[in-house]
């Protein structure tokens, strides 16, 4: 069993930063995948980001490529999503997630993934 819990949502303007942590408590083994999602109203949960729990490789959805940076720390178990550069259309509920095998890396299908967080909410004004 693995608990997610993300934070660091907010509000900001448009070409504003935010930094998103994820904490996993539980046990976290090396061929996990931690992922980001992100729900905006009214449209369907989408992948944002990817990294391997073993190596730190990671993948991106095309819209976030160049501005976002998912990055983790093994001895902290947490994940970390900073997002430069953030648009209007960056605004969602972002979930942290947890897949519980890299076989079929890369995993950007959300029912790959098993462990969710609450989500936090992030906010950017034009």
């Known amino acids: 069993q693995v608990q997610l819990v993300e934070s660091g949502g907010g509000l900001v303007q448009a070409g504003g930063s935010l930094r998103l942590s994820c904490a996993a408590s539980?046990?976290?083994?090396?061929?996990?995948?931690m992922g980001w999602f992100r729900q905006a109203p009214g449209k369907e949960r989408e992948f944002v980001a990817a990294?391997?729990?073993?190596?730190?490789?990671?993948i991106y959805e095309d819209s976030v490529k160049g501005r976002f940076t998912i990055s983790r720390d093994n001895a902290k178990n947490t994940v970390y999503l900073q997002m430069n550069s953030l648009k209007p259309e960056d605004t969602a509920v972002y979930y942290c997630?947890?897949?519980?095998?890299?076989?079929?890396?890369?995993?950007?299908?959300?029912?790959?993934?098993?462990?969710w967080g609450q989500g936090t909410q992030v906010t950017v004004s034009s």
């Open positions: 997630a947890t897949a519980l095998s890299s076989f079929r890396w890369p995993l950007t299908n959300k029912n790959d993934y098993t462990y």
């Open positions: 539980g046990r976290i083994f090396g061929h996990y995948i």
């Open positions: 990294i391997t729990w073993s190596d730190g490789t990671p």
